[in-house]
Protein backbone atom coordinates (compact mmCIF):
# COMPACT_ATOMS: atom_id res chain seq x y z
CA UNK A 1 0.00 0.00 0.00
CA UNK A 2 2.71 2.35 0.95
CA UNK A 3 4.50 1.50 -2.58
CA UNK A 4 1.35 2.75 -4.24
CA UNK A 5 1.05 5.82 -1.96
CA UNK A 6 4.70 6.60 -2.88
CA UNK A 7 3.66 6.47 -6.48
CA UNK A 8 1.07 9.18 -6.04
CA UNK A 9 4.14 11.22 -4.55
CA UNK A 10 6.11 10.67 -7.34
CA UNK A 11 8.35 7.68 -6.51
CA UNK A 12 9.99 5.91 -9.43
CA UNK A 13 8.00 2.89 -10.88
CA UNK A 14 8.91 -0.63 -11.63
CA UNK A 15 7.19 -2.79 -13.46
CA UNK A 16 8.26 -6.22 -11.33
CA UNK A 17 6.06 -4.32 -8.51
CA UNK A 18 3.00 -5.29 -10.80
CA UNK A 19 0.60 -8.04 -10.16
CA UNK A 20 0.00 -8.78 -13.50
CA UNK A 21 2.39 -7.48 -15.63
CA UNK A 22 0.45 -7.99 -18.66
CA UNK A 23 -1.47 -4.98 -17.95
CA UNK A 24 -1.76 -1.30 -17.15
CA UNK A 25 -2.00 -0.38 -13.74
CA UNK A 26 -3.69 2.62 -12.40
CA UNK A 27 -3.24 4.27 -8.97
CA UNK A 28 -5.25 7.14 -8.12
CA UNK A 29 -5.25 9.00 -4.75
CA UNK A 30 -7.96 12.05 -3.92
CA UNK A 31 -6.62 14.43 -0.79
CA UNK A 32 -9.07 17.21 0.14
CA UNK A 33 -6.56 20.71 0.51
CA UNK A 34 -9.54 22.38 1.03
CA UNK A 35 -7.62 24.14 4.73
CA UNK A 36 -3.89 23.90 3.97
CA UNK A 37 -3.55 27.46 1.46
CA UNK A 38 -1.61 25.11 -1.74
CA UNK A 39 -3.52 27.29 -4.48
CA UNK A 40 -0.60 29.47 -4.63
CA UNK A 41 1.56 26.62 -6.04
CA UNK A 42 -0.81 25.46 -8.40
CA UNK A 43 -1.15 29.04 -9.82
CA UNK A 44 2.43 29.24 -10.26
CA UNK A 45 2.33 25.94 -12.22
CA UNK A 46 -0.64 26.79 -14.17
CA UNK A 47 -2.44 23.56 -13.07
CA UNK A 48 -6.49 23.60 -12.01
CA UNK A 49 -7.10 24.00 -8.16
CA UNK A 50 -10.01 22.15 -6.69
CA UNK A 51 -10.67 21.75 -3.15
CA UNK A 52 -10.34 18.08 -4.16
CA UNK A 53 -6.88 16.99 -5.57
CA UNK A 54 -7.09 14.24 -7.46
CA UNK A 55 -3.41 12.89 -8.24
CA UNK A 56 -3.58 9.61 -10.65
CA UNK A 57 -0.65 7.29 -12.14
CA UNK A 58 -0.58 4.95 -14.82
CA UNK A 59 2.03 2.42 -15.30
CA UNK A 60 2.23 0.32 -18.14
CA UNK A 61 3.40 -3.14 -18.75
CA UNK A 62 6.75 -1.50 -20.18
CA UNK A 63 7.60 0.34 -16.63
CA UNK A 64 6.64 3.51 -18.32
CA UNK A 65 4.32 6.03 -16.58
CA UNK A 66 2.05 9.01 -17.03
CA UNK A 67 0.75 11.14 -14.05
CA UNK A 68 -1.96 13.28 -13.97
CA UNK A 69 -3.26 16.01 -11.23
CA UNK A 70 -6.91 17.06 -11.80
CA UNK A 71 -6.95 14.82 -15.04
CA UNK A 72 -4.03 17.41 -16.27
CA UNK A 73 -0.70 15.18 -17.58
CA UNK A 74 2.12 15.99 -15.21
CA UNK A 75 5.86 15.24 -14.49
CA UNK A 76 7.43 13.38 -11.88
CA UNK A 77 9.43 16.40 -10.58
CA UNK A 78 6.02 18.44 -10.52
CA UNK A 79 4.33 15.57 -8.79
CA UNK A 80 7.04 15.21 -6.28
CA UNK A 81 6.68 19.28 -5.22
CA UNK A 82 3.18 18.80 -4.48
CA UNK A 83 3.67 15.66 -2.86
CA UNK A 84 6.16 17.10 0.06
CA UNK A 85 3.24 19.58 0.25
CA UNK A 86 0.58 16.75 0.92
CA UNK A 87 2.07 13.76 2.67
CA UNK A 88 5.18 12.59 4.55
CA UNK A 89 5.96 9.08 5.01
CA UNK A 90 8.12 8.24 8.03
CA UNK A 91 9.32 4.59 7.18
CA UNK A 92 12.96 2.59 7.83
CA UNK A 93 14.64 5.13 4.84
CA UNK A 94 13.74 8.16 7.17
CA UNK A 95 15.55 6.03 10.10
CA UNK A 96 18.07 5.81 8.04
CA UNK A 97 18.59 9.14 6.86
CA UNK A 98 18.58 10.46 10.19
CA UNK A 99 22.14 9.50 10.38
CA UNK A 100 22.87 12.06 7.19
CA UNK A 101 23.80 15.41 8.21
CA UNK A 102 21.30 17.04 5.31
CA UNK A 103 18.55 15.21 6.56
CA UNK A 104 19.42 16.22 10.08
CA UNK A 105 19.73 20.24 8.63
CA UNK A 106 16.44 20.02 7.11
CA UNK A 107 15.01 18.63 9.95
CA UNK A 108 16.56 21.69 12.27
CA UNK A 109 15.31 24.36 9.28
CA UNK A 110 11.64 23.02 10.03
CA UNK A 111 11.95 23.25 13.54
CA UNK A 112 12.81 26.64 12.99
CA UNK A 113 10.73 27.80 10.49
CA UNK A 114 13.54 28.80 8.29
CA UNK A 115 11.81 28.05 4.80
CA UNK A 116 11.58 31.40 3.84
CA UNK A 117 15.49 32.32 5.16
CA UNK A 118 16.41 29.18 3.46
CA UNK A 119 14.14 30.34 0.08
CA UNK A 120 16.09 33.54 -0.19
CA UNK A 121 19.48 32.05 0.98
CA UNK A 122 18.98 29.18 -2.05
CA UNK A 123 17.83 32.46 -4.57
CA UNK A 124 21.36 33.83 -3.38
CA UNK A 125 23.57 31.13 -3.82
CA UNK A 126 22.01 30.64 -7.35
CA UNK A 127 22.93 33.98 -8.08
CA UNK A 128 26.06 33.63 -6.93
CA UNK A 129 26.93 30.43 -9.42
CA UNK A 130 25.71 32.17 -11.91
CA UNK A 131 28.00 34.97 -11.53
CA UNK A 132 30.90 33.21 -10.60
CA UNK A 133 30.12 30.94 -14.13
CA UNK A 134 29.82 33.85 -15.89
CA UNK A 135 33.25 35.56 -14.44
CA UNK A 136 35.02 32.07 -14.86
CA UNK A 137 34.41 31.87 -18.60
CA UNK A 138 35.60 35.53 -19.41
CA UNK A 139 38.33 34.40 -17.57
CA UNK A 140 39.05 31.58 -19.54
CA UNK A 141 38.03 32.94 -23.00
CA UNK A 142 40.60 35.70 -22.51
CA UNK A 143 43.24 33.85 -21.40
CA UNK A 144 42.47 31.74 -24.52
CA UNK A 145 42.33 34.82 -27.34
CA UNK A 146 45.31 36.65 -25.35
CA UNK A 147 47.27 33.34 -26.69
CA UNK A 148 45.91 33.99 -30.12
CA UNK A 149 46.02 37.25 -30.22
CA UNK A 150 49.80 37.67 -31.70
CA UNK A 151 49.40 35.48 -34.38
CA UNK A 152 45.16 36.32 -34.47
CA UNK A 153 46.57 39.96 -35.34
CA UNK A 154 49.16 38.88 -38.30
CA UNK A 155 46.41 37.41 -39.82
CA UNK A 156 44.11 40.30 -39.46
CA UNK A 157 46.58 43.00 -40.67
CA UNK A 158 47.22 40.64 -43.97
CA UNK A 159 43.74 40.87 -44.71
CA UNK A 160 43.10 44.21 -43.99
CA UNK A 161 46.52 44.83 -46.46
CA UNK A 162 44.95 42.93 -49.49
CA UNK A 163 41.83 45.06 -49.57
CA UNK A 164 39.86 42.69 -50.92
CA UNK A 165 36.75 43.39 -52.88
CA UNK A 166 33.40 41.26 -53.09
CA UNK A 167 33.29 39.99 -56.53
CA UNK A 168 36.59 41.04 -57.48
CA UNK A 169 38.74 37.20 -58.39
CA UNK A 170 36.15 36.70 -60.89
CA UNK A 171 37.02 40.32 -62.50
CA UNK A 172 40.35 39.85 -62.17
CA UNK A 173 40.49 36.10 -63.57
CA UNK A 174 37.97 37.04 -66.58
CA UNK A 175 40.41 40.22 -67.24
CA UNK A 176 43.96 38.11 -66.95
CA UNK A 177 42.09 35.38 -69.83
CA UNK A 178 41.62 38.47 -72.09
CA UNK A 179 44.92 39.95 -71.72
CA UNK A 180 46.79 36.92 -71.83
CA UNK A 181 45.14 35.74 -75.75
CA UNK A 182 45.28 39.59 -76.49
CA UNK A 183 47.02 39.07 -79.62
CA UNK A 184 44.70 36.01 -80.96
CA UNK A 185 41.63 38.19 -80.57
CA UNK A 186 43.10 41.70 -81.93
CA UNK A 187 43.81 39.50 -85.12
CA UNK A 188 40.38 37.42 -85.16
CA UNK A 189 38.40 40.69 -84.88
CA UNK A 190 40.20 42.58 -87.53
CA UNK A 191 39.59 39.70 -89.36
CA UNK A 192 35.58 39.76 -88.96
CA UNK A 193 35.45 43.60 -89.11
CA UNK A 194 36.72 43.35 -92.87
CA UNK A 195 34.50 40.74 -93.41
CA UNK A 196 31.51 42.43 -91.76
CA UNK A 197 32.56 46.35 -92.73
CA UNK A 198 35.46 47.41 -93.86
CA UNK A 199 35.74 45.91 -97.51
CA UNK A 200 34.09 46.05 -100.85
CA UNK A 201 32.70 42.85 -100.34
CA UNK A 202 31.36 43.29 -96.35
CA UNK A 203 28.49 41.90 -95.49
CA UNK A 204 27.23 45.09 -94.71
CA UNK A 205 27.77 46.40 -98.31
CA UNK A 206 25.70 43.48 -99.57
CA UNK A 207 22.78 44.12 -97.55
CA UNK A 208 22.84 47.95 -98.14
CA UNK A 209 22.35 46.96 -101.94
CA UNK A 210 19.99 44.55 -101.46
CA UNK A 211 17.95 46.99 -99.21
CA UNK A 212 18.30 49.35 -102.55
CA UNK A 213 17.19 46.83 -104.65
CA UNK A 214 14.22 45.62 -102.54
CA UNK A 215 13.18 49.08 -102.03
CA UNK A 216 12.75 49.49 -105.62
CA UNK A 217 10.57 46.67 -106.81
CA UNK A 218 8.85 46.10 -103.11
CA UNK A 219 5.71 48.45 -104.49
CA UNK A 220 4.74 45.83 -106.74
CA UNK A 221 4.21 43.27 -103.98
CA UNK A 222 3.47 43.20 -99.90
CA UNK A 223 5.87 40.05 -99.53
CA UNK A 224 8.53 42.15 -101.22
CA UNK A 225 7.97 44.92 -99.34
CA UNK A 226 7.96 42.67 -95.87
CA UNK A 227 11.45 40.90 -97.35
CA UNK A 228 13.09 44.24 -97.71
CA UNK A 229 12.23 45.24 -93.81
CA UNK A 230 13.50 41.54 -92.68
CA UNK A 231 16.79 42.45 -94.82
CA UNK A 232 17.03 46.08 -93.10
CA UNK A 233 16.96 44.57 -89.40
CA UNK A 234 19.61 41.98 -90.36
CA UNK A 235 21.53 45.63 -92.05
CA UNK A 236 21.37 47.46 -88.74
CA UNK A 237 21.92 44.37 -86.57
CA UNK A 238 25.04 43.70 -88.41
CA UNK A 239 26.10 47.39 -87.92
CA UNK A 240 25.46 46.99 -84.21
CA UNK A 241 27.32 44.20 -83.74
CA UNK A 242 30.23 46.10 -85.83
CA UNK A 243 30.04 48.90 -83.39
CA UNK A 244 30.80 46.43 -80.29
CA UNK A 245 33.65 44.16 -82.22
CA UNK A 246 35.14 47.68 -82.61
CA UNK A 247 34.63 48.61 -78.91
CA UNK A 248 36.13 45.68 -77.60
CA UNK A 249 39.09 46.21 -80.10
CA UNK A 250 39.57 49.28 -79.09
CA UNK A 251 39.96 47.81 -75.16
CA UNK A 252 41.91 44.74 -76.07
CA UNK A 253 45.75 45.02 -75.88
CA UNK A 254 48.64 43.23 -74.88
CA UNK A 255 49.94 44.49 -72.04
CA UNK A 256 52.30 42.46 -70.07
CA UNK A 257 52.93 44.73 -67.25
CA UNK A 258 49.22 44.62 -66.39
CA UNK A 259 49.51 40.96 -66.90
CA UNK A 260 51.40 40.70 -63.98
CA UNK A 261 49.68 43.03 -62.37
CA UNK A 262 46.49 40.88 -62.63
CA UNK A 263 48.71 37.29 -62.05
CA UNK A 264 50.16 39.02 -58.98
CA UNK A 265 46.81 39.74 -57.23
CA UNK A 266 45.11 36.50 -58.05
CA UNK A 267 48.46 34.74 -56.75
CA UNK A 268 48.01 37.02 -53.17
CA UNK A 269 44.42 36.01 -53.48
CA UNK A 270 44.86 32.25 -54.07
CA UNK A 271 47.18 32.18 -51.20
CA UNK A 272 45.31 33.99 -48.91
CA UNK A 273 42.62 31.32 -49.41
CA UNK A 274 44.96 28.27 -49.14
CA UNK A 275 45.81 29.49 -46.10
CA UNK A 276 42.62 29.76 -44.21
CA UNK A 277 41.00 26.82 -46.20
CA UNK A 278 38.59 28.84 -48.37
CA UNK A 279 37.62 28.85 -51.74
CA UNK A 280 36.20 32.68 -52.05
CA UNK A 281 36.77 36.27 -51.14
CA UNK A 282 33.68 36.32 -49.66
CA UNK A 283 34.81 33.38 -47.13
CA UNK A 284 37.68 35.29 -46.42
CA UNK A 285 35.83 38.89 -45.66
CA UNK A 286 33.84 36.76 -42.85
CA UNK A 287 37.14 35.26 -41.98
CA UNK A 288 38.53 38.94 -41.57
CA UNK A 289 35.36 40.02 -39.95
CA UNK A 290 35.30 37.29 -37.13
CA UNK A 291 39.58 38.49 -36.52
CA UNK A 292 38.07 41.94 -35.86
CA UNK A 293 35.28 41.02 -33.70
CA UNK A 294 37.87 38.95 -31.83
CA UNK A 295 40.38 41.98 -32.29
CA UNK A 296 37.77 44.49 -30.34
CA UNK A 297 36.21 41.76 -28.04
CA UNK A 298 40.24 41.79 -26.88
CA UNK A 299 39.88 45.56 -26.24
CA UNK A 300 36.56 45.44 -24.53
CA UNK A 301 38.13 42.21 -21.83
CA UNK A 302 38.95 44.18 -19.44
CA UNK A 303 35.94 46.18 -19.11
CA UNK A 304 33.87 42.95 -18.85
CA UNK A 305 35.90 41.08 -16.86
CA UNK A 306 35.89 44.58 -14.37
CA UNK A 307 31.98 44.17 -14.58
CA UNK A 308 31.74 40.53 -13.95
CA UNK A 309 34.01 40.55 -10.80
CA UNK A 310 31.89 43.33 -9.64
CA UNK A 311 28.49 41.21 -10.15
CA UNK A 312 30.46 38.38 -8.36
CA UNK A 313 31.48 40.41 -5.44
CA UNK A 314 28.07 41.87 -4.91
CA UNK A 315 26.65 38.45 -5.46
CA UNK A 316 28.95 37.14 -2.88
CA UNK A 317 28.14 39.87 -0.63
CA UNK A 318 24.36 39.01 -1.12
CA UNK A 319 24.75 35.33 -0.53
CA UNK A 320 26.94 35.59 2.47
CA UNK A 321 24.59 37.92 4.17
CA UNK A 322 21.45 35.74 3.47
CA UNK A 323 24.05 32.72 4.86
CA UNK A 324 24.83 34.60 8.11
CA UNK A 325 21.33 35.28 8.75
CA UNK A 326 20.43 31.26 7.73
CA UNK A 327 23.06 30.70 10.68
CA UNK A 328 22.05 32.86 13.16
CA UNK A 329 18.58 31.82 13.03
CA UNK A 330 19.71 27.57 13.48
CA UNK A 331 21.87 28.54 16.30
CA UNK A 332 19.14 29.80 17.71
CA UNK A 333 16.68 27.21 17.62
CA UNK A 334 19.53 24.31 18.20
CA UNK A 335 19.66 24.74 21.62
CA UNK A 336 15.40 24.36 22.44
CA UNK A 337 15.33 21.97 19.43
CA UNK A 338 17.63 19.40 21.27
CA UNK A 339 15.98 20.48 24.76
CA UNK A 340 12.83 19.71 22.94
CA UNK A 341 13.84 16.41 21.39
CA UNK A 342 15.44 15.60 25.09
CA UNK A 343 12.02 16.36 26.68
CA UNK A 344 9.77 14.07 24.52
CA UNK A 345 12.45 11.22 25.43
CA UNK A 346 12.07 11.55 28.59
CA UNK A 347 8.43 10.98 28.55
CA UNK A 348 9.17 7.95 26.33
CA UNK A 349 11.19 6.56 29.42
CA UNK A 350 14.58 7.10 27.94
CA UNK A 351 15.22 9.18 31.26
CA UNK A 352 19.04 9.34 30.90
CA UNK A 353 19.21 10.37 26.91
CA UNK A 354 21.10 13.68 25.92
CA UNK A 355 21.29 15.31 22.43
CA UNK A 356 23.47 18.23 21.19
CA UNK A 357 23.33 19.58 17.98
CA UNK A 358 26.69 21.35 17.10
CA UNK A 359 27.05 23.59 14.29
CA UNK A 360 30.18 23.93 12.22
CA UNK A 361 30.80 26.45 9.17
CA UNK A 362 31.82 25.26 6.01
CA UNK A 363 32.19 26.97 2.36
CA UNK A 364 28.44 27.77 1.43
CA UNK A 365 26.76 25.06 -0.55
CA UNK A 366 22.89 24.08 -1.78
CA UNK A 367 21.49 24.88 2.04
CA UNK A 368 24.27 27.66 3.56
CA UNK A 369 27.70 27.48 5.07
CA UNK A 370 26.26 25.46 7.85
CA UNK A 371 27.61 21.65 9.01
CA UNK A 372 25.36 20.17 11.33
CA UNK A 373 26.05 17.51 13.83
CA UNK A 374 23.40 15.59 15.81
CA UNK A 375 25.46 13.53 18.72
CA UNK A 376 23.01 11.53 20.45
CA UNK A 377 23.44 9.39 24.41
CA UNK A 378 20.82 6.95 25.17
CA UNK A 379 22.23 5.96 28.34
CA UNK A 380 23.89 7.76 31.48
CA UNK A 381 27.83 7.95 31.43
CA UNK A 382 28.11 7.93 28.14
CA UNK A 383 29.04 10.71 25.88
CA UNK A 384 27.34 11.98 23.30
CA UNK A 385 28.05 10.53 19.85
CA UNK A 386 27.15 11.28 16.29
CA UNK A 387 23.98 9.57 15.35
CA UNK A 388 25.22 6.93 12.68
CA UNK A 389 27.67 5.54 15.94
CA UNK A 390 25.22 4.82 18.51
CA UNK A 391 21.55 3.97 19.31
CA UNK A 392 19.21 0.65 18.77
CA UNK A 393 16.81 0.15 16.75
CA UNK A 394 13.85 1.07 19.71
CA UNK A 395 15.76 4.10 20.99
CA UNK A 396 16.07 4.64 17.65
CA UNK A 397 12.57 4.46 16.70
CA UNK A 398 11.73 6.44 19.92
CA UNK A 399 14.15 9.56 18.25
CA UNK A 400 12.65 9.66 14.99
CA UNK A 401 9.36 9.10 16.45
CA UNK A 402 9.96 12.86 19.05
CA UNK A 403 11.69 14.19 16.17
CA UNK A 404 8.47 14.00 13.81
CA UNK A 405 5.93 14.52 16.87
CA UNK A 406 7.92 17.90 17.24
CA UNK A 407 8.23 18.74 13.36
CA UNK A 408 4.45 18.15 12.76
CA UNK A 409 3.50 21.26 14.81
CA UNK A 410 5.84 23.25 12.11
CA UNK A 411 4.33 21.91 9.18
CA UNK A 412 0.89 22.10 7.48
CA UNK A 413 0.94 18.44 6.00
CA UNK A 414 -2.57 17.01 5.69
CA UNK A 415 -1.61 13.15 6.18
CA UNK A 416 1.34 12.20 8.45
CA UNK A 417 2.06 7.98 7.54
CA UNK A 418 3.81 5.45 10.34
CA UNK A 419 4.85 2.49 8.73
CA UNK A 420 5.98 0.55 11.82
CA UNK A 421 7.58 3.46 14.40
CA UNK A 422 6.60 0.52 16.98
CA UNK A 423 10.19 -1.33 16.08
CA UNK A 424 11.45 -2.62 19.52
CA UNK A 425 8.93 -0.65 21.07
CA UNK A 426 6.03 -2.08 23.86
CA UNK A 427 4.19 -1.64 26.95
CA UNK A 428 4.19 1.68 28.78
CA UNK A 429 6.25 3.32 26.07
CA UNK A 430 3.64 2.36 23.81
CA UNK A 431 1.33 3.86 25.05
CA UNK A 432 2.89 7.11 25.85
CA UNK A 433 3.32 6.86 22.15
CA UNK A 434 0.09 6.25 20.87
CA UNK A 435 -1.20 9.48 22.98
CA UNK A 436 0.84 11.61 21.66
CA UNK A 437 0.17 10.46 17.77
CA UNK A 438 -3.33 10.92 18.86
CA UNK A 439 -2.44 14.93 19.79
CA UNK A 440 -0.82 15.11 16.10
CA UNK A 441 -3.93 13.93 14.50
CA UNK A 442 -5.87 16.87 15.66
CA UNK A 443 -4.21 18.45 13.03
CA UNK A 444 -2.97 16.28 10.58
CA UNK A 445 -4.40 13.39 9.18
CA UNK A 446 -2.59 10.45 10.93
CA UNK A 447 -1.78 6.61 9.63
CA UNK A 448 -0.76 4.22 11.22
CA UNK A 449 1.13 1.03 10.53
CA UNK A 450 1.51 -1.55 13.32
CA UNK A 451 1.33 -4.87 15.30
CA UNK A 452 1.32 -3.38 18.37
CA UNK A 453 -2.41 -3.63 20.10
CA UNK A 454 -1.77 -0.41 22.09
CA UNK A 455 -0.93 1.53 18.57
CA UNK A 456 -4.29 0.30 16.71
CA UNK A 457 -6.44 0.66 19.68
CA UNK A 458 -6.21 4.10 19.62
CA UNK A 459 -7.39 4.59 15.93
CA UNK A 460 -10.87 5.81 14.86
CA UNK A 461 -10.70 3.92 11.99
CA UNK A 462 -8.91 0.58 11.20
CA UNK A 463 -7.90 -1.39 8.06
CA UNK A 464 -7.28 -5.10 7.90
CA UNK A 465 -4.67 -6.23 5.69
CA UNK A 466 -4.39 -9.53 4.71
CA UNK A 467 -3.65 -12.67 2.21
CA UNK A 468 -6.46 -14.19 0.25
CA UNK A 469 -5.29 -17.60 -0.99
CA UNK A 470 -8.94 -18.70 -2.47
CA UNK A 471 -7.39 -17.91 -5.97
CA UNK A 472 -4.47 -19.79 -8.12
CA UNK A 473 -2.57 -16.78 -6.69
CA UNK A 474 -1.78 -14.94 -3.46
CA UNK A 475 -3.31 -11.42 -3.73
CA UNK A 476 -3.05 -9.07 -0.62
CA UNK A 477 -6.29 -7.15 0.41
CA UNK A 478 -7.63 -4.34 2.84
CA UNK A 479 -10.97 -3.79 4.22
CA UNK A 480 -12.38 -1.64 6.69
CA UNK A 481 -13.36 -3.20 10.05
CA UNK A 482 -16.78 -2.04 11.01
CA UNK A 483 -18.11 -2.42 15.23
CA UNK A 484 -16.94 -5.46 16.91
CA UNK A 485 -14.87 -6.62 14.28
CA UNK A 486 -11.88 -3.81 15.53
CA UNK A 487 -12.18 -5.68 19.04
CA UNK A 488 -11.98 -8.70 17.89
CA UNK A 489 -9.02 -8.17 15.83
CA UNK A 490 -7.22 -6.33 18.10
CA UNK A 491 -8.05 -9.22 20.64
CA UNK A 492 -6.06 -11.01 18.25
CA UNK A 493 -3.07 -8.89 18.39
CA UNK A 494 -3.27 -9.74 22.30
CA UNK A 495 -3.70 -13.11 22.12
CA UNK A 496 -3.72 -14.96 18.97
CA UNK A 497 -6.11 -16.51 16.47
CA UNK A 498 -8.37 -17.66 19.23
CA UNK A 499 -7.90 -14.75 21.55
CA UNK A 500 -9.48 -15.42 25.27
CA UNK A 501 -11.79 -13.95 27.13
CA UNK A 502 -9.23 -12.09 28.77
CA UNK A 503 -8.02 -10.88 25.25
CA UNK A 504 -11.14 -9.59 24.71
CA UNK A 505 -11.38 -7.63 27.76
CA UNK A 506 -8.10 -6.07 27.04
CA UNK A 507 -8.60 -5.26 23.62
CA UNK A 508 -11.69 -3.28 25.03
CA UNK A 509 -10.08 -1.43 27.81
CA UNK A 510 -7.21 -0.42 25.59
CA UNK A 511 -9.84 0.85 23.05
CA UNK A 512 -11.66 2.56 25.95
Known amino acids: MLGAVGLLLGYRADSKALLNPEKKCIVEGVFDISQYNLQWIF ?6 YEKECIIRREIIPSGKSRAFINDTPTT ?3 LKEIGLKLMDIHSQNDTLLLGSNPYQLE ?18 FSKFQKAELAYNTLIRESNEINKESDYNNFLLDELVKADLQSGEQQELEENLTLLEHAEEIK ?7 ER ?5 QSTQSGLQHSVKILSNISRYNQQLEELKERVESCRIEIKDITDSLEEIDRTVEFDPIKIQDNQGRLSLIYSLQQKHLVNSIEALLLIKSNLETKSERILNFDREIETAQKELNEACEEMMLAASKLTESRKMAAGPFAESIMKELRFLGMEDSRMEINLIEMNPGANGSDQIELLFSANKGIAPQPLKNVASGGEFSRLMFCIKYLIAGKTALPTVVFDEIDTGISGEVALKMVNMMEKMSKNHQVITISHLPQFAAKGETHFYVYKDNSAEKTTSRVRQLAGDERVVEIAKMIGGNNPS ?12
Open 43 to 48: DRMDYD
Open 76 to 78: LDV
Open 107 to 124: LLDIYAANQKLLKKYQES
Open 187 to 193: ASLFELM
Open 196 to 200: LNNSE
Open 501 to 512: EVAYQNAQELMN
